[in-house]
């Protein structure tokens, strides 16, 4: 191998490590803007107060279950 051909090597191995650190840095940033989002999402969501479930039935559902349905 020529100098040549090793400089040009040596170059393009950089230019694809810069590649790769760039592309980490990118999808980094659109993870902390996807997280970002999310959480106010998250946080826009109204609370609700959940009634106990047996409270809302009428007592005699909930007291069998058909085996051969």
């Known amino acids: 191998m020529d100098a040549v051909s090793v400089a ?4 393009a191995m950089q230019q694809a490590k810069l590649q790769d650190q760039v ?10 803007v996807q997280e ?3 959480q ?3 946080s826009a969501l109204p ?3 959940q009634a106990p479930a047996a409270a809302s039935n009428p007592p005699h559902l ?7 349905a």
Do not use: E, Y
């Open 8 to 11: 040009s090597m040596m170059s």
């Open 23 to 32: 592309g980490t840095a990118v999808m980094r940033k659109a993870l902390d």
């Open 36 to 38: 970002s989002t999310a």
């Open 40 to 42: 106010a999402l998250l």
């Open 47 to 49: 609370q609700v107060q």
């Open 62 to 68: 909930g007291n069998s279950v058909n085996v051969f």
